[in-house]
């Protein structure tokens, strides 16, 4: 195996966190500036008010984009494993 195939296999791995990470992570960014923007615009600063929906959001959002994330998943560890005999052949 030699070091192109080995930044190939990295460079592919970290694609592939990022874009399952993406909805995840843009989910709770647009709803805790939104809830932060309504708590500085009605003075309230309760914690909770900051989490329970976050919480809630990022749930649904795993709901509505889990069977993708699998489905990524999947498809990335059956090409790792065919690209197996290329990567021992030489």
Known sequence: ???????????????????LAAPILITALVVGFTVSLLQSITQVQEVTLSFVPKAIAVA??????????IAETISFTEEMFSRIPSLLGG
């Open 1 to 19: 195996m030699d070091t192109t195939a080995v930044l190939d296999i990295g460079f592919s791995a970290m694609l592939l966190a990022g874009k």
């Open 60 to 69: 649904i959002a795993l709901l509505v984009s889990g069977h993708w994330m």
